[in-house]
Structure formats: structure tokens, C-alpha cells
């Protein structure tokens, strides 16, 4: 059974005639002194796995909240399917599931009981919200976990009935706020899974994440913010292009030569590499593959010792380390919410 089979009641009709799912022009969001989202533009077509990539920090969950009617919009607009998010938003809310980073299930009733509870809450029939139910427990493989208290859930159960709560409605667009945080590889697998049916299905995702693995994989497009602020915007292809065609990877002998060899790439390249978190691993970016053997020589010749080196495609890596100078920070498990 596919979602589209899922004939949801309580929501509304998508509105037709707009060519956009998701249109944000300048917006902010500021707590007190501090300044969370800095003029943020998205645009997200309809049909697609739109990614925001950002560190701890750099206001993803902010900006979603704003686009869910869930804050207050500070400056800028946003429209959601061109509903315009500050002054429709019981509209928005009918065109928008939400699964957050914390999850919202109540942990002393079982799964079958929290999604009859939502339904009932989205002005769902009794009996129509016990159908729904049933539905979406086997459509997200809950169906033997149906009568057991969310007490008793892991995880990843957990992020599965929240996912499937977002979806009573049937919304046809989908906010996903680092919906793998905490998961293990396996989980992230079948959560990935999950997204991508969505999409298949008819939906649209916006998801925030901090890992790069999640964002290469997943989304058609990705916009990388950091500090509040818009910093690229691209396809995975688009973004790692930026970067340079190929990437030569170096692990020197000594992290003290690090400063010599910076130099050495910029005598030869004209531009600086990027320097890896990793102590005396550099990432130099090469307009041709073959320029790494320049690179090598030059090393070699200043008296740099390399103990590995490879030339491969960029990463995402890469591309968020030359864009910000920094990592995204995702040994960490959660994001400020503001």
C-alpha cells in the first residue's frame, strides 16, 4: 500500500496554480541580542528533497519553526504553496507535517493509541482515526509494536511513529528536522528509506540535518547555512564542483610542516587548501587531476613528507569546510532549538 492509497480526512486541498512549495525571502528571527536566522531565501519546487545543512547552531530549526507557524516571523516572507505563512497560518498548518527533533509521542499510551489520539486532535472521526491508525502502523513496520507503551520503543521506533503522527493528515509537504539524530547506521538506513517513498508517494520533504553523509544521499538540492545565514545553494554535483573538479588528500609526516606546505600549494595553485579538523591532513582542490602531480613535486622538493595521498571526487566534506572553515559539529547529538 502506497500513501497516496492513505485518503486522509481532516486536511486540506493542496492549492493549485503555484509553481513553488516553499518560498522564503529574507527571513530573520532574533532572541533578544542574538540574531538566529540573518535574511534566509529558499525555494523548494514541488516533488523534490529539498536539504538545509548546518552545523549546531546554525539556525535550521529556527528557520522551520518560522515556516510551520511554530514562530513568530521577525522580518522577511515565507509562503507555503503561495499561502502566505504569517497571515494564513491555520491554512499552512493544514498543508504542513512536522516531525521535530524531540519526538512528540505520549510515552504512556501504545503507538496505536498516540496516533488515534492525533487524528482525534486533527478533527479525524473516531473510527476514521482508528482506520488511519492501522494504516500507518504497517506502512512504517509497527504493526507487531501496535499495543505496546512507547515506553518500551527504541529509538528509532520512536523517530518511526513521529514520522507517521506528521502524516495523519496527509500533508503534501513534510518538514523533517534532523529526523536520524541518535539513530544507528541500520536505523538511518530504513529512515532514508522511509524519506525517499515519501517522495515517490507525491510528497515534498524539506529536511534539516547536520550530517553531510544524510545530505549527499538524500537531497535534490541543499542549502548550507551557517551563522543564520545562506552561505551556497547548489545539487550535491553543484556544491562539490565549487570545490574543484578533483581533490588531492594529504596525510603529513609531521602536522608542524603544515604551514610550509600551505605555502607550497599556494605557490603552485594560486589558492589556499583546506584544512582538515584531522591534525596535518590538507584537501587541496584541483581545477585538473593531473595538477597533483605539481603538488607532489613541489612538496617533495621543499623537504614535506607525506605519509598517504590520494586524488578522489570532492565531498561534501570539503565543500562545507572551504564555505565555512569550519565542521558541521555532528559528533554532537542536538541542535539548539533556536
Same mark, same amino acid.
Given at each position: 500500500?502506497?500513501?497516496?492509497?492513505?485518503?486522509?480526512?481532516?486536511?486540506?486541498?493542496?492549492?493549485?496554480?503555484?509553481?513553488?512549495?516553499?518560498?522564503?525571502?529574507?527571513?530573520?528571527?532574533?532572541?533578544?541580542?542574538?540574531?538566529?536566522?540573518?535574511?534566509?531565501?529558499?525555494?523548494?519546487?514541488?516533488?523534490?528533497?529539498?536539504?538545509?545543512?548546518?552545523?549546531?547552531?546554525?539556525?535550521?530549526?529556527?528557520?522551520?519553526?518560522?515556516?510551520?507557524?511554530?514562530?513568530?516571523?521577525?522580518?522577511?516572507?515565507?509562503?507555503?504553496?503561495?499561502?502566505?505563512?504569517?497571515?494564513?497560518?491555520?491554512?499552512?498548518?493544514?498543508?504542513?507535517?512536522?516531525?521535530?527533533?524531540?519526538?512528540?509521542?505520549?510515552?504512556?499510551?501504545?503507538?496505536?493509541?498516540?496516533?488515534?489520539?492525533?487524528?482525534?486532535?486533527?478533527?479525524?472521526?473516531? +473510527?476514521? %482515526?482508528?482506520? &488511519? /491508525? !492501522?494504516?500507518?502502523?504497517? *506502512?512504517?513496520?509497527? =504493526?507487531?509494536?501496535? #499495543?505496546?507503551?512507547?515506553?518500551?520503543?527504541?529509538?528509532?521506533?520512536?523517530?518511526?511513529?513521529?514520522?507517521?503522527?506528521?502524516?495523519?493528515?496527509?500533508?503534501?509537504?513534510?518538514?523533517?528536522?534532523?529526523?536520524?539524530?541518535?539513530?544507528?547506521?541500520?536505523?538511518?538506513?530504513?529512515?532514508?528509506?522511509?524519506?525517499?517513498?515519501?517522495?515517490?508517494?507525491?510528497?515534498?520533504?524539506?529536511?534539516?540535518?547536520?550530517?553531510?553523509?544524510?545530505?549527499? +544521499?538524500? %537531497?535534490?538540492? &541543499? /542549502? !548550507?547555512?551557517?551563522?543564520? *545565514?545562506?552561505?551556497? =545553494?547548489?545539487?550535491? #554535483?553543484?556544491?562539490?564542483?565549487?570545490?574543484?573538479?578533483?581533490?588531492?588528500?594529504?596525510?603529513?609526516?609531521?602536522?608542524?610542516?603544515?604551514?610550509?606546505?600551505?605555502?607550497?600549494?599556494?605557490?603552485?595553485?594560486?589558492?589556499?587548501?583546506?584544512?582538515?579538523?584531522?591534525?596535518?591532513?590538507?584537501?587541496?582542490?584541483?581545477?585538473?587531476?593531473?595538477?597533483?602531480?605539481?603538488?607532489?613535486?613541489?612538496?617533495?622538493?621543499?623537504?614535506?613528507?607525506?605519509?598517504?595521498?590520494?586524488?578522489?571526487?570532492?565531498?561534501?566534506?570539503?565543500?562545507?569546510?572551504?564555505?565555512?572553515?569550519?565542521?558541521?559539529?555532528?559528533?554532537?547529538?542536538?541542535?539548539?532549538?533556536?
Amino acid at each position: 500500500m502506497t500513501m497516496t492509497e492513505l485518503d486522509r480526512s481532516g486536511g486540506g486541498p493542496m492549492p493549485a496554480g503555484n509553481d513553488l512549495a516553499v518560498l522564503a525571502e529574507g527571513l530573520v528571527k532574533t532572541f533578544g541580542e542574538h540574531r538566529a536566522v540573518a535574511g534566509i531565501d529558499l525555494a523548494v519546487r514541488p516533488g523534490e528533497i529539498f536539504g538545509v545543512l548546518g552545523p549546531n547552531g546554525a539556525g535550521k530549526t529556527t528557520m522551520l519553526r518560522m515556516l510551520a507557524t511554530l514562530l513568530k516571523i521577525d522580518a522577511g516572507r515565507a509562503e507555503i504553496f503561495g499561502v502566505d505563512v504569517a497571515g494564513q497560518p491555520h491554512m499552512i498548518r493544514q498543508l504542513v507535517g512536522v516531525t521535530g527533533q524531540y519526538a512528540s509521542v505520549d510515552e504512556n499510551l501504545t503507538a496505536r493509541e498516540n496516533l488515534w489520539l492525533f487524528g482525534r486532535l486533527q478533527g479525524i472521526t473516531s +473510527q476514521r %482515526a482508528k482506520h &488511519i /491508525a !492501522v494504516e500507518l502502523l504497517a *506502512r512504517f513496520g509497527l =504493526e507487531e509494536a501496535a #499495543d505496546k507503551p512507547i515506553a518500551q520503543f527504541s529509538g528509532g521506533m520512536r523517530r518511526r511513529l513521529d514520522l507517521a503522527a506528521s502524516l495523519i493528515t496527509r500533508p503534501p509537504l513534510i518538514f523533517l528536522d534532523e529526523p536520524t539524530t541518535g539513530l544507528d547506521p541500520r536505523t538511518r538506513g530504513q529512515m532514508w528509506e522511509t524519506i525517499r517513498a515519501l517522495v515517490a508517494d507525491g510528497c515534498t520533504v524539506l529536511l534539516t540535518t547536520q550530517y553531510l553523509d544524510e545530505a549527499d +544521499q538524500l %537531497a535534490d538540492r &541543499i /542549502a !548550507v547555512i551557517d551563522h543564520g *545565514r545562506k552561505v551556497a =545553494e547548489g545539487t550535491p #554535483d553543484e556544491l562539490k564542483t565549487a570545490v574543484g573538479d578533483s581533490t588531492l588528500q594529504l596525510l603529513l609526516a609531521e602536522p608542524g610542516a603544515v604551514p610550509l606546505a600551505v605555502e607550497v600549494v599556494r605557490r603552485v595553485l594560486g589558492s589556499d587548501p583546506i584544512l582538515s579538523p584531522e591534525h596535518g591532513r590538507l584537501n587541496v582542490a584541483l581545477d585538473r587531476a593531473d595538477l597533483a602531480a605539481d603538488v607532489l613535486i613541489a612538496l617533495r622538493t621543499a623537504g614535506v613528507s607525506i605519509v598517504s595521498v590520494s586524488v578522489a571526487k570532492p565531498s561534501l566534506d570539503e565543500v562545507f569546510l572551504a564555505l565555512t572553515g569550519h565542521g558541521t559539529g555532528s559528533e554532537n547529538d542536538m541542535e539548539d532549538n533556536r
